[in-house]
């Protein structure tokens, strides 16, 4: 099994910036594609971002596109998702998933692979 670890979520306020962090246990992930995910409390998951496996392609939801960057780097087996001018609204659980059609990720909202997630939380 591929095991997703995210990091780099925290606390901020409004305006603020975040970049979070999805590490995979096992080289290479070039053959994922890779997506971002959220849920907030009394919400249903929410897709947020995904990139394809050579990072040449990326997708966004309509929530977040203009302040959100997905990115990834297959030789440090990551992926990040640069997150600016944050808003309460951004508050949320958010994970990272793998899987190899990227219409899974951003469409149906499925993933072979998941992180245990990284809580963002951003004050007014």
């Known amino acids: 099994q591929v095991k997703l670890v995210e990091s780099g979520g925290g606390l901020v306020q409004a305006g603020d910036s975040l970049r979070l962090s999805c590490a995979a246990s096992?080289?290479?992930?070039?053959?994922?594609?890779m997506g971002w995910f959220r849920q907030a409390p009394g919400k249903e998951r929410e897709f947020v971002a995904a990139i394809s496996g050579s990072g040449s392609i990326t997708y966004y939801a309509d929530s977040v596109k203009g302040r959100f960057t997905i990115s990834r780097d297959n030789a440090k087996n990551t992926v990040s998702l640069q997150m600016n001018s944050l808003k309460p609204e951004d508050t949320a659980v958010y994970y990272c998933g793998a899987d190899q059609i990227v219409y899974n990720l951003r469409v149906v909202m499925k993933a072979d692979y998941w992180g245990q997630g990284t809580q963002v939380t951003v004050s007014s």
């Open positions: 096992r080289r290479p992930i070039s053959s994922y594609a």
